[in-house]
């Protein structure tokens, strides 16, 4: 079975600090994919990144960085010079290519509040 | 195009209405999918449509039915439904099956109300 976890249920930060949150994942497949998604409060998810198991270079996209390490089982998400636009929920997820509908495991979310 | 719609944004209906949530998307894609959204938590998945067939049905009450018209079209029909069903319910849909390394896209979600 499949499992994330995102420790951090809420983090709160001031505009222009940098935000890193935290996702650790558990599965027994040596094929997987990550993901991080964004969900502001208009409720939408918006899909930040994927990421396979063989891939463990760093991305970077504008203000947004993850860094994906197998050896914990981790691929955190860093926010650089949060801005009050950035809070939303972030979700992490993690599907298997053994399962044969790729389901999505999400995380519980973290929380991020930007304040001004 | 890169979206997915979905129609009503909110829904409020009592416990013996019958009504029906619309999602669509015109990307081509052959995955589509449901998935209720309690507050505070993550989505859970309700059902899978691959080539227009239901695929996965995560043991949902029978009073939710999906249907797929058509490869760009996904509803969910809603009867008798109880005051804990209330929740986001979200529409995504993907190229193929996530397994296969594509990402969900989701809709904006319909706020359901039971009364």
């Known amino acids: 079975a499949q499992k994330v976890t995102q420790a951090q249920t809420e983090i709160s930060v001031v505009e222009k600090e940098d935000v890193t949150l935290d996702c650790v994942y558990e599965t027994r497949d040596t094929t997987y994919y990550l993901f991080w998604y964004k969900q502001p409060p208009s409720g939408e998810l918006v899909f930040l990144i994927r990421r396979n198991s063989f891939d463990e270079q760093n991305e970077i996209s504008g203000r947004y960085s993850w860094n994906f390490q197998k050896s914990t089982s981790s691929f955190n998400f860093t926010i650089t010079a949060s801005q009050v636009v950035d809070s939303a929920v972030y979700f992490c997820a993690l599907s298997v290519v053994t399962d044969s509908w790729g389901k999505l495991q999400f995380g519980a979310g973290t929380q991020v509040v930007v304040t001004p | 195009d890169t979206e997915v719609t979905q129609t009503p944004k909110h829904l409020v209906m009592g416990m013996t209405n019958k009504k029906s949530l619309k999602c669509e998307q015109h990307?081509?894609?052959?995955?589509m999918y449901w998935y209720k959204q309690k507050a505070k938590k993550p989505p859970e998945l309700m059902f899978v449509y691959s080539y227009e067939k239901l695929s996965i049905n995560e043991s949902v009450p029978s009073r939710f039915s999906p249907e797929c018209p058509n490869s760009s079209l996904l509803n969910l029909h809603l009867h008798a439904l109880q005051p804990e069903d209330s929740a986001l319910y979200l529409c995504?849909?993907?190229?193929?099956?996530?397994?296969?390394?594509?990402?969900?896209?989701f809709g904006p979600g319909t706020r359901l109300t039971v009364l």
């Open positions: 995504a849909s993907s190229q193929e099956r996530t397994g296969s390394y594509n990402e969900q896209f």
């Open positions: 990307m081509g894609h052959r995955a």
